[in-house]
């Protein structure tokens, strides 16, 4: 008999800091061989210039890596009149015109095709004011660029992010069902939907059908209520419950470590690269 296929595990080198060898060298110590790529440098992946992602693929192979996805910050956006609260874009602006938005989804497109990445993440607007804030299901733009990405040979996945506007299942699952077959899928963050209070194995098997990818983080609660990350498996998200049931309906998986961790980040992803081998049935590549 064959050997069973095998999820893969994916390192964001920008967990580390600003460049990208640091977060590279601890993917080879880690046997890592994916990466996410979502900034390098202190820039945002999409708004380096061709010749620095060029860069950054070249660093990548030369580790023995390929880039198994952009993780890009499309729709973490609102108008300019609006005004948003404090949300991390890494180096990319919140405020965006409708005029430009366009050429930012084609600029992510062909960054994903520089660093050779099949996905692009993509968010659903930011909540801002009532009157002001936009909704995804009926955004024109979402057609336009599910339709350029699959001419690239790139899939777009939509990550439920508490942020923004779709966040829960009830409206992941609205807009999964319009546009999957138009090629969106889904990038599901787990914590963020634990935070929501939807981490549970009704609501995993309802969405496992559309997962293309996997973020992991965990987080504590402390005395106050306020979340502190903590190494992936070490926290309240319900990791051992939910991995499997993915793992059920799709063996092959990536699954990016995503620690958030300032302190010691290393250590973080160490220790969250053991708890998810020994926690995916079958082990991880």
């Known amino acids: 008999m064959g050997a069973c296929p095998q999820s893969t595990l994916v390192l964001n080198p920008d967990e580390l800091g600003p460049d990208p060898v640091l977060g590279m060298d601890l993917a ?33 192979e030369e580790h023995g ?15 300019p009149e609006a005004c948003p609260g404090r949300v991390d874009t890494f180096g990319f602006p919140t405020q965006v015109p409708a005029g430009e938005r366009l050429g930012w989804v084609q600029r992510a497109i062909e960054s994903a095709a520089l660093l050779g990445a099949p996905v ?5 607007h930011l909540r801002v004011e009532p009157h002001l804030t936009e909704q995804l299901l009926d955004d024109p733009l979402l057609p336009k660029a599910l339709e350029m990405a699959h001419g690239a040979g790139v899939r777009l996945l939509l990550e439920n992010e508490p942020v923004c506007t779709v966040a829960s299942v009830e409206p992941l699952l609205e807009i999964l069902a319009r546009y999957h077959g138009q090629g969106l899928g889904l990038w599901l963050d787990v914590a963020n939907l634990h935070e929501v209070g939807q981490a549970t194995p009704e609501v995993i098997r309802t969405l496992a059908p559309y997962v293309g990818y996997v973020h992991v983080k965990d987080y504590r609660l402390t005395r106050e209520g306020a979340r502190e990350f903590c190494p992936a498996g070490s926290g309240c998200v319900p990791y051992g419950d939910v991995l499997p049931l993915l793992h059920a309906v799709y063996p092959m998986l990536p699954y990016a470590l995503e620690t958030h961790v300032r302190d010691k980040p290393a250590e973080a992803l160490t220790a969250g690269a053991v708890f998810l081998r020994s926690t995916v049935p079958g082990g991880l590549a």
């Open 28 to 60: 080879v110590k880690l046997g890592i061989k994916r990466l996410e790529i979502r900034s390098a440098e202190g820039v945002n992946a999409i708004r380096l210039p061709d010749d620095r992602l060029g860069r950054i693929r070249t660093l990548a």
């Open 65 to 79: 890596l390929t880039v198994a996805a952009l993780a890009s910050p499309l729709w973490k956006w609102c108008q």
């Open 120 to 124: 692009v993440r993509i968010f659903s």
